[in-house]
């Protein structure tokens, strides 16, 4: 059984959450020179007509595409694009694996959990929208319900990243003591990956983001990042701030919602 205050350890470049897109042409027809109307001397050849001239192609003129623009999707959950030029609104996806028809995490949670993983990072003037939710059974995907993060992690984050949102799958168990394991930038194939038991848990999974904007452990037991969650691990400070944004504009700036 995994208990519900857990221990998260960064091994190597992972981090780990573990409980405790013929120019047509009309060519000219030339008739053929016809003999006068009295019978032409039999001594006096017919008259050869030249033969028609063939048209020059001209080239089809070369068409330069209208630039492709990508607009922003709407979010399922509320925007959080504001007015405010230092706020940053990141484009979020969630994927929650369904274990006989039923998700471990529904769209509803998923909207829930978005709301309280926004409240953790409000200090930081940074916050997430709900663009994409997707259950899928697992076994549609070569993939199964529990995981061994280890070897199949890459595998699960590559079924399931588009590139242009942050990503957070919900799996089944994973193994070992480990619930939640997230790529450090720079280091890989990006996305969260969290157990079911905890899936739904604001704390656990900002947690988990903040790792994904290049944050790591901390002593604080009142802190976000502390290597320790329970329900008062809370609390983001300034430089935490400073790191998350500047990884946002150094990684994530194609996830940032204007």
Same mark, same amino acid.
């Given at each position: 059984?995994?208990?519900?205050?857990?221990?998260?350890?960064?091994?190597?470049?992972?981090?780990?959450?573990?409980?405790?897109?013929l120019?047509?042409?009309?060519?000219? $027809?030339?008739? /053929?020179a016809? &003999?006068?109307?009295?019978?032409?001397?039999?001594? !006096?050849?017919?008259? *050869? =007509?030249? +033969?028609? $001239?063939?048209? /020059?192609?001209? &080239?089809a003129?070369?068409?330069?595409?209208?630039? !492709?623009?990508?607009? *922003? =999707?709407? +979010?399922?959950?509320?925007?959080?694009?504001?007015?405010?030029?230092?706020?940053?609104?990141?484009?979020?996806?969630?994927?929650?694996?369904?274990?006989?028809?039923?998700?471990?995490?529904?769209?509803?949670?998923?909207?829930?959990?978005?709301?309280?993983?926004?409240?953790?990072?409000?200090?930081?003037?940074?916050?997430?929208?709900?663009?994409?939710?997707?259950?899928?059974?697992?076994?549609?995907?070569?993939?199964?319900?529990?995981?061994?993060?280890?070897?199949?992690?890459?595998?699960?984050?590559?079924?399931?990243?588009?590139?242009?949102?942050?990503?957070?799958?919900?799996?089944?168990?994973?193994?070992?003591?480990?619930?939640?394991?997230?790529?450090?930038?720079?280091?890989g194939?990006?996305?969260?990956?969290?157990?079911n038991?905890?899936?739904?848990?604001?704390?656990?999974?900002g947690?988990?983001?903040?790792?994904?904007?290049?944050?790591?452990?901390?002593n604080?037991?009142?802190?976000?990042?502390?290597?320790?969650?329970?329900?008062?691990?809370?609390?983001?400070?300034?430089?935490?701030?400073?790191?998350?944004?500047?990884?946002?504009?150094?990684?994530w700036?194609?996830?940032?919602?204007?």
């Amino acid at each position: 059984m995994k208990n519900l205050s857990f221990a998260l350890h960064t091994i190597g470049y992972f981090s780990i959450l573990m409980a405790a897109p013929l120019v047509a042409h009309d060519a000219h $027809a030339f008739g /053929r020179a016809r &003999a006068p109307a009295s019978t032409p001397s039999p001594n !006096v050849p017919a008259a *050869t =007509p030249p +033969p028609a $001239a063939t048209p /020059r192609p001209t &080239a089809a003129p070369t068409m330069t595409p209208a630039p !492709v623009t990508t607009p *922003t =999707p709407a +979010p399922i959950s509320s925007t959080c694009v504001s007015s405010d030029p230092a706020h940053l609104c990141m484009g979020i996806k969630m994927v929650s694996y369904t274990k006989n028809d039923s998700p471990v995490l529904s769209e509803s949670q998923a909207n829930a959990l978005i709301a309280g993983i926004n409240k953790a990072w409000s200090p930081c003037n940074i916050a997430f929208q709900l663009e994409k939710y997707e259950a899928v059974d697992p076994a549609t995907r070569g993939l199964n319900f529990d995981s061994n993060w280890r070897y199949d992690g890459d595998t699960i984050r590559s079924n399931f990243n588009d590139g242009n949102t942050f990503l957070v799958v919900s799996v089944g168990n994973l193994t070992g003591s480990t619930i939640a394991v997230t790529q450090m930038p720079g280091t890989g194939v990006y996305g969260v990956l969290v157990e079911n038991n905890y899936a739904n848990n604001p704390l656990t999974v900002g947690h988990e983001l903040g790792h994904y904007m290049g944050l790591y452990h901390v002593n604080d037991t009142s802190n976000l990042m502390s290597a320790y969650i329970g329900p008062n691990t809370a609390a983001v400070n300034a430089d935490q701030c400073a790191t998350a944004r500047k990884t946002d504009f150094d990684y994530w700036q194609v996830m940032m919602r204007h």
